[in-house]
């Protein structure tokens, strides 16, 4: 019941709000996305750095600098957006902070910090990657044309992906765990992953249904703005689709590793904000490089 308040939640404030910013605020490249994205990505590798925390006592990190990991990237792009940098300032971003976190563990007052030296750099690197680096692509999407109409898609077929599977699978145990009630037996999906065990096939083939349809119904409603095939559509819609599953799976095993439920508290009934946009982080490259290769 939780999972379905924070849906209709999500449905009737954070849809609408993410909506309006794409429609009514497309000024400089979508600059107003563009500072949530970042600001997103700061929070989520805050939350990522309470994971290593939780599982490496000998973990240390700023509550300053971890922010500033998550940011780097997408304050690069949405920078290279508005052309105060160039293209290749993100692979000198990432070398100079990289540089920046081999450097800093040399700085140990004491010799058994060393002992966490692998350990810090490898989850320092981790954090300046997930999910900046997954999320820059959304302020990416805006180097193609029609960019406003190309983000509201991306974004549906993301949520309608999430929710159709959510509600296709709570029906699906719902039914199948009245009839095994009334047989006096118990009832466990056959399709079952380790790290979701929840999740079953209908969800999963209802999810990947809702992409490709949210896909090929844009096409047919905006054809002036969504210049595909039906075939590429349906292509798009199948990619983002198994790419939004996958990212949502992926942080529900650093979330298992950590030993968490959520990632966080900071949306009441959702969890943090990592719960809310593992969908969407596997599915944004995917897009963005399938619209390079259709487009």
């Known amino acids: 019941m939780r999972n379905l308040v924070s849906r209709i939640l999500l449905w009737i404030v954070a849809v609408p709000a993410i909506i309006s910013l794409i429609l009514f605020l497309p000024f400089r490249n979508h600059l107003a996305l563009a500072l949530v994205v970042v600001a997103a990505s700061a929070l989520g590798a805050s939350e990522l750095a309470a994971f290593f925390a939780q599982r490496d006592a000998g973990y240390r990190a700023s509550g300053v600098v971890i922010p500033a990991l998550g940011a780097a990237l997408p304050m690069t792009q949405l920078l290279i957006m ?159 689709g198994l790419a939004t599953i996958s990212g949502d799976l992926i942080e529900s095993a650093l979330k298992r590793s950590a030993t968490k439920k959520d990632s966080g508290t900071i949306i009441p009934g959702r969890g943090g904000i990592l719960d809310s946009i593992d969908s969407v982080l596997y599915a944004a490259p995917v897009f963005y490089y399938l619209l390079r290769t259709t487009l």
Not at 88 to 107: D, E, N, P, Y
Not at 135 to 140: A, D, M, Q
Not at 218 to 226: E, K, M, S, V
Request: charged residues 15%.
């Open 82 to 240: 508005q052309g105060v940098l160039s293209q290749t300032a993100v692979s000198g971003v990432v070398f100079a902070v990289v540089a920046l976190i081999l450097l800093g563990q040399v700085a140990r007052r004491e010799a058994e910090g060393f002992a966490f030296t692998l350990s810090n750099t490898a989850a320092n690197t981790f954090l300046l990657l997930y999910p900046g680096l997954f999320l820059s692509f959304i302020i990416r999407i805006d180097e193609f044309e029609g960019a406003t109409a190309l983000l509201l898609l991306f974004l549906c077929m993301v949520f309608f992906n999430d929710t159709g599977a959510y509600l296709a699978g709570m029906a699906y145990r719902g039914i199948k765990s009245r009839q095994a009630e009334r047989r006096g037996e118990e009832w466990a999906p056959r399709f079952t992953l380790p790290v979701s065990p929840h999740k079953t096939v209908v969800g999963f083939v209802a999810g990947l249904a809702s992409s490709v349809v949210t896909a090929l119904g844009a096409r047919w409603l905006f054809p002036g703005h969504i210049q595909i095939s039906a075939g590429a559509a349906a292509l798009v819609g199948l990619a983002v």
